[in-house]
């Protein structure tokens, strides 16, 4: 059978840096007309440089907190790994993520590439990364669920959101059981794989996985889940890691503001950072691009913030969340290789 043309990728590869080029061409040049251009460009002038620095440096302690989840993960796989190679090794994905795809698969993509260039079997890097992501997101999600209790007590939260938001997070915990189940019933995960497998190789001619390998993989998978459930109640410091990495982004977005003398009350920011992050999290652009911003100005706004206040401080801090890890992951990547 030839080859299928490596057309298509092209096309799709150049569609999706159009549509990239595009929310960022809406995003700092269009948004910030809309909200009043010179009103932003005088907060611009007189923000407080020093706390934007600090902002910068806070920011850099929540990646390492995140690379502290990945590291102690990998530690309790049987895979000890240096807190400079973790942090390295996130970096570079954290640029893939925010660079080639929606929902983290770049990232996640160049972090199984390295590691298993490195020696680690395919099976462990897989529950490594999968459950890097399930400790990060459950404390978001968790964040969100508190903001919608906020809003109810408030009585603030509009009937259709409400249920919307509560099914989507009944939905979660549905799957998240499902899953977690799947693990603890290895004939049942076998079965559900290998319909997934199966679906996948009849859709996609790029894709074709044995059941040899798959099995091979899931015997890893649950090895990995099982060294992982050894640990018990010791968890409670992997979810510390997890808490540190949105803490202090968090921290973050609140140096910021106040770099720009503005201010929410600390629920409503608690409530517009959770919600634009969960939103960003199922976007379907790279790093929640364009989702993330959107919905934290829309919110910001609706709390109080003037608008033109709203899209210098989200611009800003998106700027120091999203852009800038971007160089310096492409320069950890080019290290690794």
Not at 129 to 141: D, E, K, P, R, T
Not at 158 to 174: E, I, K, R, S
Not at 308 to 323: E, G, Q
Request: hydrophobic share 60%; proline share 4%.
């Amino acid at each position: 059978m030839p080859a299928p043309s490596p057309a298509p990728r092209r096309t799709h590869r150049l569609r999706a840096a159009i549509i990239f080029l595009v929310i960022v061409v809406a995003l700092f040049l269009i948004l910030p007309r809309l909200a009043g251009q010179k009103h932003a460009l005088d907060l611009l002038r007189a923000a407080s440089l020093p706390l934007l620095v600090v902002a910068v440096a806070v920011e850099c302690v929540s990646l390492l907190f995140y690379s502290m989840l990945f590291r102690r993960l990998l530690g309790l796989l049987r895979y000890p790994l240096g807190l400079g190679l973790a942090l390295r090794i996130n970096l570079a994905g954290l640029a893939a993520a925010h660079l080639f795809s929606a929902g983290g698969v770049g990232g996640a993509a160049v972090t199984y590439r390295v590691l298993q260039k490195r020696g680690m079997p395919h099976s462990r890097v897989l529950i490594a990364v999968i459950f890097q992501n399930a400790f990060a997101y459950s404390v978001l999600f968790a964040l969100f669920a508190v903001g919608l209790v906020v809003l109810v007590l408030r009585g603030q939260a509009n009937d259709f959101a409400l249920v919307l938001a509560t099914l989507f997070l009944l939905l979660l915990l549905v799957l998240a059981g499902y899953g977690f189940w799947l693990l603890n019933h290895t004939s049942a995960l076998r079965r559900q794989a290998r319909q997934v497998v199966g679906w996948l190789n009849r859709r996609s001619s790029r894709i074709d996985i044995s059941l040899s390998q798959l099995d091979e993989w899931l015997d890893g998978v649950v090895d990995g889940w099982r060294l992982l459930r050894q640990d018990g109640r010791r968890h409670i410091r992997t979810l510390g890691f997890a808490c540190g990495y949105w803490a202090f982004d968090i921290v973050c977005l609140v140096l910021v503001m106040l770099a720009f003398h503005e201010w929410v009350p600390v629920a409503y920011l608690l409530i517009a950072y959770g919600v634009a992050n969960v939103v960003g999290s199922f976007s379907p652009t790279p790093g929640g691009l364009g989702a993330v911003e959107g919905v934290m100005i829309a919110l910001l706004a609706g709390f109080g913030l003037a608008s033109s206040a709203a899209v210098a401080v989200v611009l800003v801090y998106r700027l120091i969340n999203f852009w800038l890890p971007i160089p310096v992951g492409l320069g950890t990547y080019l290290s690794l290789r």
